[in-house]
């Protein structure tokens, strides 16, 4: 029971994350299973009186007489009594479509709505974190995620399918319980027992293949993410057969719990709608040896029948909801579970800082558990520097770099700007003062102009500003002989371009950005000597007026640095 109830708390976390509008759709969907409810039972309950007075059609006034009509028997007034009859049982089972369909339609609307909303806050996770501290989830467990995300709005269609079939059936049974014997009503509270017991025996197995379809999503994911990461180290070191087996064991895993998922969701309905057919044989049975009349009971039989052709799916459709619940229960734990611990972001603005004379960073310390990284780091900028960092591998460079763009917080400093004072917690709002062109580019699958310029709805001058830059670059000669120039497709992480070329077109997505500071972190250490001094010196010539940060292991051209320091006992020391 504990178990249940801690199924239920975990769906009910969903709510926290639901828009006003979305809460009220549910609400709706909510109202409309009641009122189908109704429509159901009086469908079927119009049936009875529809089929005795085809049968018997001197019933009329006894029907009457129950809404307190008192008539004499007409043919006339017979048939238009029975067509008003019949355009009201007609109408009714119209009405009750019709619902079924809405209800259908709002279930697939709500549950994958929510879904959507649920993917766009793990997005927006990712995209409006304001420092890299924030952003805590591994890229691989944002991607399970994603694909896991299809369980929960299965988990939610199955919830919503529960609620709406249960109420529906309840009013049926309610009403079966009013009009037929005490052995069929035991017959059914037997097939439901039937069914109760199945859902238990089902529980342990289900779950078992919740966590494994879980678990094996994740791994899937992390094995073709490696295998694309470590392509070369595979086929350098014959590793193919390795990885294929893996990827094997786990995809045929997945495959194996959802086949004995759907065995068990399916099967049952069968066996229970051969009992149901069973009991309702033995009730007309047990009737007709007792010397019942059972052409009098027609009219009973057939609601009857229409009753049981309108449970046996409601009663599958709860068992199949429950099972598939369950079955997708791990998942959808999963996938809360770091929803949940995401906080509501909001988009930074940050406006453009224009006219920059003097950037002066003081008292910067930074922690990284509880280990001192940069102690009192001072470190003053002015329009037309051209600066050179230097400093052994884990001294702090990156994070300062991390520091300087705005996307890590220090423990401690200030940053004055033309002389105003930001504090260390507002370091995020300098973001538009600076590019950076990183050491390893990151390429995606699209056009040389879309990774350069990070879009693709692009003015004429703007396309103009990417071949200039691409000159400065030294990349334009290269994009010119391909196929499609600057339209050529490039493939994911750079895999047909070389090194030195993936770096250029770092450089000239790096200055394509109008900025006040540009820095280049060991943005050339896969371009030979003679293309770098090249490079160095267009950027030098064309961005005189602007602050330029180069931090480098090389032996770069002193002649180009106006200031020149080292990173060292957690300080830059002037050099």
Do not use: W
Not at 53 to 82: A, H
Not at 103 to 123: D, K
Not at 136 to 165: C, P, W
Not at 507 to 512: E, M, N, S, V
Request: aromatic share 12%; glycine share 4%.
């Amino acid at each position: 029971m504990k178990k249940n109830k801690y199924d239920l708390k975990i769906y009910f976390k969903i709510f926290n994350f639901l828009s006003k509008r979305r809460k009220f759709v549910i609400l709706l969907f909510f109202l409309l299973s009641v009122i189908g409810a109704f429509t159901e039972v009086a469908s079927v309950s119009l049936l009875i009186p529809f089929a005795d007075l085809m049968i018997e059609p001197q019933k009329l006034n006894e029907y009457l007489l129950r809404l307190n009509i008192e008539i004499n028997y007409d043919e006339n007034l017979f048939k238009f009594y029975l067509l008003v009859l019949t355009i009201i049982f007609i109408s009714i089972i119209l009405l009750s479509s019709l619902i079924k369909f809405m209800l259908g339609y709002l279930g697939h609307l709500i549950s994958n709505n929510v879904t959507h909303e649920l993917n766009l806050r793990m997005f927006k996770k990712v995209i409006f974190s304001k420092t890299i501290t924030d952003l805590k989830s591994d890229e691989n467990d944002m991607n399970s995620s994603i694909i896991k995300m299809h369980s929960l709005t299965v988990s939610l269609q199955q919830i919503l399918s529960i609620v709406s079939n249960l109420i529906i059936l309840f009013f049926i049974i309610v009403f079966l319980i009013t009009v037929v014997e005490n052995n069929f009503i035991i017959g059914l509270s037997i097939i439901a027992t039937i069914y109760f017991c199945l859902i238990k025996i089902t529980k342990k197995i289900l779950n078992s293949n919740s966590k494994i379809l879980s678990n094996s999503i994740e791994i899937r994911t992390n094995i073709l993410s490696n295998t694309i990461g470590l392509y070369k180290l595979i086929k350098l070191n014959s590793l193919e057969k390795l990885f294929l087996k893996k990827f094997t064991k786990e995809d045929f895993r997945l495959a194996k719990a959802q086949t004995v998922n759907a065995i068990l969701i399916t099967s049952p309905g069968i066996f229970v709608t051969s009992l149901i057919i069973i009991t309702f044989s033995i009730f007309v049975y047990i009737l007709r040896i007792n010397g019942e009349d059972l052409v009098s009971k027609l009219p009973l039989f057939a609601s009857i029948i229409f009753s049981i052709q309108k449970m046996i799916p409601l009663i599958q459709n709860i068992y199949g909801s429950s099972a598939k619940l369950r079955a997708n229960y791990f998942q959808s734990r999963s996938v809360l579970k770091l929803v949940s611990n995401i906080k509501s972001y909001k988009e930074i603005t940050s406006h453009k800082i224009k006219n920059i004379n003097k950037v002066q960073y003081q008292g910067i310390d930074f922690f990284y558990k509880k280990k001192n990284i940069l102690k009192n780091l001072n470190f003053d900028l002015k329009k037309g520097d051209r600066i050179l960092i230097s400093g052994k591998s884990g001294v702090g460079k990156t994070t300062l770099v991390n520091i300087l763009l705005g996307i890590l917080n220090p423990k401690k400093g200030t940053i004055r700007l033309n002389n105003k004072t930001i504090s260390q917690k507002k370091f995020y709002k300098l973001k538009n003062l600076y590019s950076y062109v990183p050491q390893d580019i990151f390429i995606f699958n699209g056009s040389f102009i879309e990774n350069i310029a990070l879009r693709s709805d692009l003015k004429e001058s703007e396309i103009e500003k990417i071949i200039k830059v691409s000159k400065y670059a030294l990349i334009n000669k290269f994009i010119k002989n391909t196929k499609n120039k600057y339209e050529t497709s490039i493939l994911y992480n750079a895999r047909n371009i070389s090194g030195g070329q993936k770096q250029r077109l770092g450089i000239a997505r790096g200055l394509y950005k109008t900025s006040e500071i540009y820095i280049f972190d060991e943005s050339t250490n896969a371009i030979d000597k003679s293309t770098e001094t090249k490079i160095i010196n267009n950027i030098i010539k064309n961005y005189s007026n602007k602050i330029l940060i180069f931090i480098s292991h090389k032996n770069l051209n002193k002649k180009f640095f106006n200031k020149r320091y080292e990173l060292k006992n957690k300080r830059l020391i002037r050099i």
